[in-house]
């Protein structure tokens, strides 16, 4: 799931690791929200808290959202150097590092929610897993060729909307079956991975509330056993410059 680029991929792989990243986010968001009542994901709402936290003169919240944001894009220009770094290297396991180094800091902010009073440790895991989250956006965006967003169900919900118009309107003017099935296919993915992170969001929430700091643990566990098969493979890529980093594709309409 996480050495196959761009077109090398197909759509088993993209919703086979969409929909598992999307379940850890959607958990670490709400877990996130539980502990410190900021969203590490949702930066769209940061941002409309920014604005808002303005208009009434509430500083303290404008600082907590710029820093939220500023650590979430700080995590997205990380993975950036780390994958550019490995392409250069010509090592497609670095994406699979890319999330394996996510989950061995989400152990620490896990291990630091247990041990660290509330005061030290609020603004450290509210910005830690922004900074995380914006780490394992970039990674899934840069390798799925920006079919897949593990964060960002704003854009997957539009693109819900998008591809079941088409498909409905398959039905009154026909279209090709490649093109249909085109359409049930991204339909499917898009569904699939808002599905995963809403249900990840609820078990997140559950489960912060009864274990707490142990539920950052088990999610830094799963993160390890996703990414240690693709981190611990030696292959290499055949054509660095055959091979350039992907960018966003056709299908994908996120903004």
Do not use: K
Request: proline share 4%; net charge positive; with cysteine.
């Amino acid at each position: 799931m996480l050495v196959h680029e761009a077109e090398e991929r197909n759509a088993i792989i993209d919703r086979r690791l969409g929909c598992s990243l999307a379940a850890v986010a959607g958990a670490v968001n709400a877990a996130g929200f539980l502990a410190v009542g900021y969203y590490s994901a949702n930066m769209t709402g940061n941002v409309s808290a920014l604005a808002g936290g303005l208009h009434e003169g509430r500083m303290g919240m404008v600082l907590s959202c710029c820093g939220l944001v500023v650590a979430f894009v700080a995590g997205a220009v990380l993975s950036a150097l780390l994958v550019n770094a490995g392409r250069r290297r010509r090592l497609p396991s670095i994406y699979a590092r890319s999330i394996l180094l996510e989950g061995c800091l989400l152990g620490l902010l896990g291990a630091m929610d247990l041990l660290f009073p509330v005061q030290p440790r609020g603004p450290t895991l509210a910005y830690g897993l922004s900074f995380l989250m914006g780490l394992q956006n970039a990674t899934v965006t840069r390798i799925s060729g920006a079919r897949v967003r593990t964060t960002h169900m704003t854009g997957m919900l539009t693109d819900v909307g998008l591809e079941l118009a088409d498909w409905l309107d398959g039905f009154f003017h026909p279209v090709s079956p490649a093109r249909r099935a085109g359409t049930c296919e991204r339909l499917g993915l898009h569904a699939a991975i808002v599905l995963s992170f809403t249900l990840g969001g609820i078990g997140g929430a559950f489960l912060y509330g009864w274990w707490s700091g142990l539920l950052l643990l088990l999610l830094a566990g799963l993160l390890a056993c996703l990414a240690l098969p693709g981190a611990l493979s030696h292959q290499q890529m055949a054509d660095h410059e055959a091979a350039p980093v992907p960018t966003v594709s056709a299908p994908a309409r996120h903004q």
